[in-house]
């Protein structure tokens, strides 16, 4: 069994009821309780038009990371996320691999840590409510270092529950 960190997003419809159903498949995928963030509202990015849900959760799983994206993208597909979204666009459910065990892992259609993880306050503010002494395995930096280099967006912690 290994630890994975999820991020999940979304910015379309009834943005925390897809958050709660979202934490609901990943404990029944985990088989476990899950260790949740606080769900955080952010301003949208890229080309999205509306603001954002965001949260990170900590599952345990049997699961290959591999096998785990792709759970999580039929997931996605299930709840009505188009297949062929473009980059940035508005998006019902958005779940992302932060980090799996002690991996390190790149290859075509798998990246670990998430590559763009460094750049987004939206997934790393939940991610330190998960994992506070997170270290990227990649370059060894502490999760307070990158959340002070990461670009400044407007994000604010709700009271909302999931």
């Known amino acids: 069994m ?52 965001n949260a990170a959760a900590v599952i345990t799983t049997e699961l290959p990371p591999a096998d785990l994206l792709s759970r999580l993208k039929e997931y996605e597909t299930e709840c009505g996320r188009e297949k062929n979204y473009a980059r940035w666009s508005p998006r019902i459910l958005d779940l992302d691999i932060i980090g799996y065990g ?5 290859t075509d259609n ?17 991610l330190k409510e998960v994992c506070r002494d997170w270290t990227d395995l990649s370059t060894g930096e502490t999760l307070d270092n990158i959340i002070n280099r990461a670009p400044e967006m407007d994000i604010d912690k709700t009271e909302l529950e999931w």
């Open 110 to 126: 798998l990246i670990i840590p998430h590559p763009e993880y460094k750049k987004r306050l939206f997934v790393l503010l939940p």
């Open 102 to 106: 002690n991996l390190v892992i790149e």
């Open 2 to 53: 290994e630890q994975a960190v999820i991020a999940i997003g979304s910015n379309l419809g009834d943005r925390l009821a897809m958050i709660k159903k979202a934490g609901s498949f990943l404990g029944r995928l985990s088989g476990n309780e899950i260790v949740k963030s606080s769900v955080w509202e952010s301003e949208p990015v890229g080309g999205a038009k509306y603001t954002f849900y």
